[in-house]
């Protein structure tokens, strides 16, 4: 949380105390990373542009990822071409701007009318700096001697050795806390003593997750068929080219959407930060497939809040328009939840590890029951989806795209 609120004084405003404070940050070696967001240019498929520190031939640079809907693309620059050519950007192509550095979180803000404004907050970076060494490491699910970390670039190689690439540090706890609740959820469904294991990962992205899974399921003795499924093509061909240099057999990589990919066995659903009913679809194709685990990190809930109607009770707490945005995520995701335990999957809904791509930090896993469990889950059916009826209408919502979509189902295998 931001704990101070800077006024720069007139002389310098806040866009210039931004380009101090990053600078200063490069300079003492605090840098971590640089996100800017909120894209005004003229370039529709660009998203987000995303800078970290690295070290080039001996020379310290800067590395520019250029985020596109269907490509990203990474540029690399020296310090000061670096530096100036995010001066020029702010403001005028980015109207948002997140600093974080060891020790502080900065973000730049501009309004509508071009005003910059800067708040700046104090970010604890003991516990994770700790979590890289001593007894911390041990809990580690992953080695970092894997060589296709390197192609990654989650790795890379310093006198000899393989270490972590510092910007990575972050990342690398994401994925081995990932990896820390699918060993849970694995151990509690029907496939802990299935040979064999079918995932799916929507939305793979530069595969560190399923590089991960595909890694960790054979190290557990399975034999794993791990596919990552992404849009964009580059990505899949980056992707596809490490597993086959590595022999990696029953790990691939596909273009498509999750809206029409078809698996032949899906085991495991993961789809993490689909946005908006993406996430809806995803689990649908989970239920449909009979996945014994659906993990998804939700993203964009925007279906449900243009329906909602504010029950009086409500209106003093959801005047405020951040409040009803999160009072529609809420909603959204408890509906989700319901609608898989009314499918006969245990269902969680806690907080995860934020994406470098996404603020959100929200997961829903869903286990499919079994036995005795499964019988008792069916019965409870019927009040689950009394619930799911009633939050429909304390709230107004004429539809939730899963509910639509599980429906839907049912109409075709029972026409009437």
């Known amino acids: 949380m931001f704990t101070d609120l800077i006024t720069p004084p007139p002389a310098v405003d806040a866009a210039q105390r931004f380009a101090v404070l990053l600078k200063t940050a490069l300079v ?70 997140h600093l974080l550095t060891q020790g502080q979180e900065i973000q730049l803000a501009f309004s509508r009318k071009g005003k910059p404004s800067l708040r700046v907050g104090k970010v604890d970076t003991t516990a994770e700096v700790a979590s890289a060494g001593h007894d911390k490491e041990k809990q580690r699910y992953l080695e970092l001697d894997k060589p296709f970390w390197v192609d990654l670039g989650v790795t890379h190689e310093v006198k000899g050795e393989r270490q972590l690439v510092p910007a990575m540090s972050r990342k690398w706890k994401q994925i081995n806390k990932f990896i820390e609740v699918m060993s849970a959820a694995l151990k509690s469904s029907p496939l802990a003593d299935s040979p064999d294991v079918h995932v799916a990962d929507f939305g793979s992205g530069k595969g560190y997750l399923t590089f991960a899974m595909h890694d960790w399921l054979a190290s557990q003795g399975k034999q794993p068929q791990v596919t990552g499924v992404e849009l964009r093509d580059d990505m899949v061909k980056l992707c596809g080219m490490a597993a086959a240099s590595h022999g990696l057999d029953g790990l691939k990589f596909d273009q498509g959407d999750v809206r029409s990919y078809t698996p032949a066995r899906l085991d495991v659903m993961i789809a ?89 930090n929200k997961m829903i896993l869903a286990v499919k029951k079994s036995g005795a469990a499964l019988a008792a889950a069916e019965k409870r059916r019927p009040e689950l989806l009394a619930q799911i009826a009633e939050v429909k209408r304390f709230y107004g919502l004429r539809e939730q795209c899963l509910e639509t979509l599980i429906q839907d189902d049912a109409a075709l295998a029972c026409p009437v």
């Not at 809806?280 to 449900?304: E, F, N, V």
């Open 272 to 360: 993490l930060h689909a946005c908006d009913i993406a996430t809806d679809y995803a689990i649908h194709l989970g239920l449909r497939a009979g996945a014994a685990i659906i993990m998804c990190s939700p993203c964009c809930h925007k279906q449900l809040r243009p329906q909602m109607q504010t029950p009086p009770v409500l209106r003093p707490l959801l005047q405020h328009g951040i409040h009803l945005g999160q009072e529609a995520e809420m909603v959204t995701d408890s509906l989700r939840a319901l609608l898989l335990e009314a499918q006969g999957y245990e269902t969680q809904v806690f907080e995860f590890i934020a994406l470098e791509h996404t603020s959100k």
């Open 28 to 97: 003492e070696g605090r840098f971590v990373k640089l996100l800017l967001s909120k894209y005004s240019g003229d370039d529709e498929t660009l998203e987000r542009l995303t800078v970290r520190e690295l070290l080039l031939r001996g020379e310290r640079q800067l590395s520019f990822l250029w985020r596109h809907r269907t490509k990203d693309i990474t540029k690399n620059h020296d310090m000061n071409e670096g530096l100036d050519l995010i001066a020029g950007l702010l403001g005028s192509q980015f109207q948002n701007a």
